[in-house]
């Protein structure tokens, strides 16, 4: 298997492409099959047995929300 170089990034996109971005995964979910998603010009294939969860974070002056979802590389 071929290393991946490491990454971390955001990007910012306009409503409509973000509402893409959320729709599509869930419409594969929803029929139990795995996606896939551009970002940042990488395509990045997702199984059905990723671990999704929600994030809220809160200081001072500002509040975000994350989608976040998590699977192994490894065996598959």
Same mark, same amino acid.
């Given at each position: 298997?071929?290393?991946?170089?490491?990454?971390?990034?955001?990007?910012?996109?306009?409503? &409509? /492409?973000?509402?893409?971005?959320?729709?599509?995964? /869930?419409?594969?979910?929803?029929?139990? =099959?795995?996606?896939?998603? =551009?970002? /940042?010009?990488?395509?990045?294939? #997702?199984? #059905?047995? /990723?671990?999704?969860?929600?994030?809220?974070?809160?200081?001072?002056? &500002?509040?975000?929300?994350?989608? =976040?979802?998590?699977?192994?590389?490894?065996?598959?």
């Amino acid at each position: 298997m071929t290393q991946k170089p490491g990454r971390d990034i955001e990007k910012d996109y306009p409503i &409509a /492409a973000f509402i893409e971005k959320l729709r599509r995964p /869930a419409d594969s979910l929803e029929t139990g =099959q795995r996606f896939q998603i =551009q970002i /940042a010009g990488e395509r990045i294939s #997702v199984p #059905v047995d /990723a671990t999704f969860n929600i994030e809220h974070e809160r200081s001072e002056d &500002a509040e975000e929300i994350e989608f =976040q979802i998590n699977w192994s590389r490894s065996g598959g």
